[in-house]
C-alpha cells in the first residue's frame, strides 16, 4: 500500500484529503481551519525547510509527495520538489490553471510590491484582496487614498485603512454592495484562479474599474502536473 503525504492549504487539497484513507497524511502549515473530520492523518505546521521535509519522508515512508497548495505558496512548492527528488520518490502538484481577462476587463500587472505602489498612484480608493502582506506598509499610504484591505482575520487599520475579514467563497451580490458602499475604484489580487473569489472579477468589469494584478511566482517542474481534483483523484486510484 502506497503511503501519501498531502500539502494543504486551499479547497482543492481539503476535497482530496476527504477522499484519503487512514494510511495517508494531509499536511496544513497551521494558517488557516484545521478540518476535525477527515478518515487520514492531519499534520499541522512546518518541517523546517526542504531538508525537514526530506527527513520526515524517510521517517514516515512516504511514497508520493501530492502537493495542492495555493498557487503563491512558493516556498513549500519548491521545497516539496526538493525534498521528493533527495528522497527518491514522485512529487506531483495540482497546478490551479490562472484566471485569463476577458472582454471589458483592463488589468495591469506589477511583479511585486514597489511596483503595484506605483500603479496605484492614479487611484484614491483601493480594495486589496492579498491577504496580510499588505498591513505591514500601512504608514505608507499616501493622504488621497484610503485603503480597504479583505484578509481572512480582522486586524488593527488606521485613520485611512479599514481592514475587513473575510472567507470566500464570496458572492456577487455582496462583491457589488462591498463596491459600492466603498466606492472602490482599482482592485488588487493575486491570480489565484479560484471560482470562490471570482466574483470580485466580475464587479471590477461590471464597474469598469482596473485590476492590479500581482504575477503568479515560477513554480518548480514536477514529476506529473494535474489541473483539477477530478485528474488528480483518477490517477491516485490508478497508482495507489
Ligand atoms: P509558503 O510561503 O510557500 O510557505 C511558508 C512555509 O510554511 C513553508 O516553508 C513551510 O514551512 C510552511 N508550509 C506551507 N504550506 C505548508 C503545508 N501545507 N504543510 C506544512 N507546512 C507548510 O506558503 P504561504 O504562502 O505562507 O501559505 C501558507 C499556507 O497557506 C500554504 O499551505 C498555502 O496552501 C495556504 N494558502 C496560501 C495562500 C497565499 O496566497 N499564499 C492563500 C490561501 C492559502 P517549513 O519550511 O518549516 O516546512
Redesign the pocket.
Known amino acids: 500500500m502506497k503511503r501519501v503525504l ?5 479547497a482543492e ?1 481539503l476535497a482530496i484529503a476527504r477522499t484519503l484513507g487512514p494510511e495517508h497524511i494531509y ?6 481551519r484545521v478540518p476535525t473530520d477527515l478518515t487520514c492523518q492531519v ?8 531538508e ?2 526530506a527527513q520526515f519522508i524517510r521517517d514516515e515512508g512516504i511514497d508520493l509527495l501530492l ?13 516539496a520538489a526538493i525534498a521528493a527528488r533527495v528522497s527518491g520518490i514522485a512529487c506531483w502538484a495540482l497546478r490551479r490553471p490562472a484566471w485569463q481577462p476577458q472582454v471589458g476587463d483592463d488589468w495591469r500587472d506589477v511583479s511585486g510590491w514597489a511596483e503595484l505602489i506605483e500603479a496605484l498612484k492614479p487611484f484614491r480608493r483601493p480594495l486589496f484582496t ?2 496580510r502582506e499588505p498591513l505591514q506598509h500601512l504608514h505608507e499610504i499616501p493622504p488621497e487614498q484610503f485603503w480597504t484591505l479583505r484578509a ?1 482575520d480582522v486586524y488593527p487599520g488606521n485613520e485611512r485603512c479599514e481592514v475587513i475579514g473575510a472567507r470566500g467563497p464570496f458572492l456577487i451580490g455582496d462583491e457589488r454592495e462591498l463596491f459600492e458602499r466603498r466606492q472602490i475604484d482599482v482592485l488588487i489580487s ?1 491570480n ?1 484562479g479560484s471560482t470562490a473569489t471570482e466574483p470580485k472579477l466580475e464587479v471590477a468589469r461590471e464597474r469598469g474599474v482596473p485590476v492590479i494584478v500581482l504575477q503568479r511566482p515560477v513554480l518548480p517542474e514536477v514529476d506529473r502536473e494535474f489541473g483539477s481534483v477530478n485528474e488528480i483523484l483518477a490517477a491516485l486510484t490508478q497508482n495507489l
Open positions: 498531502l500539502l494543504g492549504g486551499v487539497a499536511s496544513l502549515a497551521g494558517v488557516g499534520r499541522v505546521g512546518g518541517y523546517g525547510g526542504a525537514g521535509l502537493d495542492a497548495t495555493h498557487p503563491y505558496a512558493a516556498q513549500i512548492s519548491q521545497n492579498l491577504g481572512l493575486k489565484s
